[in-house]
């Protein structure tokens, strides 16, 4: 079955820096690959998404890239903000709904 | 607020029990997704389904069973529960089948088996 495998497992910034998450995959079938925010006590929210026909996604100051030849896809913050500091996962889609996720990168933004 | 509300918030029980998690999901959404976050583990996705039809599967123990009911509302099942049950468990939902689009969670049911 499909492995994602997400580093580092924390990361602390200062404010104003920018943090960078990478997801590596083994399916090469999978063709959607979504992060997710999950702040303390809530559910994952998406944040963004990137499709395996796209290479690079921004939205703001979030942007993902995707190298499908190299199987990983890595979530860029910049600007960061003590707002941004949560727990991050990658996931990687491959048909029917089933999604794999990393394990999750805990983010914290100094003040 | 994701739209997709879950009952119970805490559930405190013992092994060996059986306990029910209820989701509704958004509203027209036809995809209810079951997961789990233990701990050690992250997110384990469960299964999915779709219009009241079992649509994927993942590492879904066999004591655990789920379904859709006609108004498309979902409720997880959980028996023999053991000490290792115990953690999160979020559903999700999105409008179509394809896994393809964002899926919105819930606030998740916190499962305590002492």
């Known amino acids: 079955g499909e492995n994602v495998e997400q580093h580092p497992s924390t990361l602390s910034v200062q404010e104003g820096d920018s943090a960078v998450i990478k997801c590596t995959y083994s399916?090469?079938?999978?063709?959607?690959f979504p992060w997710y925010k999950q702040e303390l006590g809530k559910g994952p929210q998406l944040i963004i998404d990137?499709?395996?026909?796209?290479g690079e996604k921004k939205d703001q100051r979030i942007a993902v890239t995707l190298n499908k030849t190299a199987k990983h896809f890595s979530l860029h913050i910049t600007e960061t903000q003590p707002e941004d500091s949560a727990v991050y996962f990658c996931?990687?889609?491959?048909?029917?709904?089933?999604?794999?996720f990393g394990d999750g990168t805990t983010l914290t933004v100094k003040p | 607020d994701s739209g997709v509300t879950q009952t119970p918030k805490h559930l405190i029980t013992a092994t060996g029990q059986r306990v029910t998690l209820r989701c509704s999901p958004r509203?027209?959404?036809?995809?209810v997704y079951w997961y789990q976050q233990s701990l050690d583990q992250g997110l384990q996705f469960l299964i999915q389904?779709?219009?009241?039809?079992?649509?994927a599967k993942g590492n879904i123990l066999e004591r655990f069973s789920a379904q859709q009911f006609p108004d498309l509302h979902s409720e997880l099942n959980l028996s023999s529960l053991e000490l290792g049950d115990s953690a999160l468990y979020f559903c999700?939902?999105?409008?179509?089948?394809?896994?393809?689009?964002?899926?919105?969670f819930g606030p998740g049911t916190r499962l305590l088996v002492l």
């Open positions: 999700a939902s999105s409008a179509s089948s394809n896994g393809q689009e964002t899926q919105y």
């Open positions: 399916d090469s079938a999978s063709n959607y």
């Open positions: 990137i499709r395996s026909n796209v």
């Open positions: 996931a990687a889609s491959h048909g029917a709904g089933k999604s794999t």
């Open positions: 509203s027209g959404d036809l995809s």
């Open positions: 389904y779709y219009n009241g039809e079992e649509r």
